[in-house]
């Protein structure tokens, strides 16, 4: 089955770009209509949707983050990335990549494990 | 952006008790719901979409119903491996949480 791993620095100074990889496994990134999505947890809170793209390399993100966000795809890898920048203290969470169903049927499944990225100096 | 609001917040429940979960939407989200289970340190876990489907490999005593604003999610009754958060998620317009139910043992 489809199985998703993110990767990337646990580490991120103010002001700097986070970024991120998932990498998909079990399956290619390029079938079906599946959105490939990422999704934040602040510790110990709840989940904000931060965007996902399709393997054309069409988007959609948050409104509330928009401005510093960029979802990529890497057919050829099977990968999907994200960045965000200018980052401060309040971007240090949980970062999971997920799959959704596509096209009106936007529940997530499969999760990624999750990497924690930490915004600090 | 559609507020999900999740009630209570913490649920404190005897094992083999019924626990009852409530998800309001801050607008009419059809039947485009998913509920998710996450225990400490681990990804949220599909529990129902569509509001009332069960995912794959969740066991029968988890039910969602509700359509429009209204949702809830049941455990008819609770084993030890059902304590933890529980998420309702809509995407009928864009994807928003609520702020998690933590059912915990009383």
């Known amino acids: 089955q489809v199985q998703l791993q993110e990767s990337g620095p646990g580490l991120v100074k103010p002001s700097q770009t986070l970024s991120l990889t998932c990498t998909v496994s079990?399956?290619?990134?390029?079938?079906?209509?599946?959105?490939w999505n990422w999704i934040r947890q602040h510790p110990g809170k709840g989940l904000e949707w931060i965007g996902y793209?399709?393997?054309?390399?069409?988007?959609y993100y948050n409104p509330s983050l928009k401005s510093r966000i960029t979802i990529s795809v890497d057919t050829s890898k099977n990968q999907f990335s994200l960045k965000l920048s200018s980052v401060t203290a309040a971007d240090t969470a949980v970062y999971y990549c997920a799959r959704d169903q596509g096209y009106g049927l936007g529940w997530f499944d499969p999760w990624g494990q999750g990497t924690l990225v930490t915004v600090s100096s | 952006e559609i507020v999900m609001t999740q009630s209570p917040a913490t649920l404190s429940v005897s094992p083999g008790e019924r626990a009852t979960l409530s998800c309001r939407a801050s607008q009419s989200v059809r039947s485009n719901l998913a509920w998710y289970q996450q225990k400490p340190g681990q990804a949220p876990r599909l529990l129902i979409y569509?509001?009332?489907s069960r995912a794959t490999d969740i066991p029968a005593r988890f039910s969602g119903s509700g359509s429009g604003t209204e949702f809830t999610l049941t455990i008819s009754s609770l084993q030890s491996e059902d304590f933890a958060v529980y998420y309702c998620?809509?995407?009928?317009?864009?994807?928003?949480f609520g702020q998690g139910t933590k059912v915990e043992i009383k």
């Open positions: 079990g399956g290619s990134i390029s079938s079906g209509d599946y959105h």
């Open positions: 569509g509001a009332s």
């Open positions: 998620q809509q995407y009928n317009n864009w994807r928003t």
């Open positions: 793209i399709y393997y054309s390399g069409s988007t």
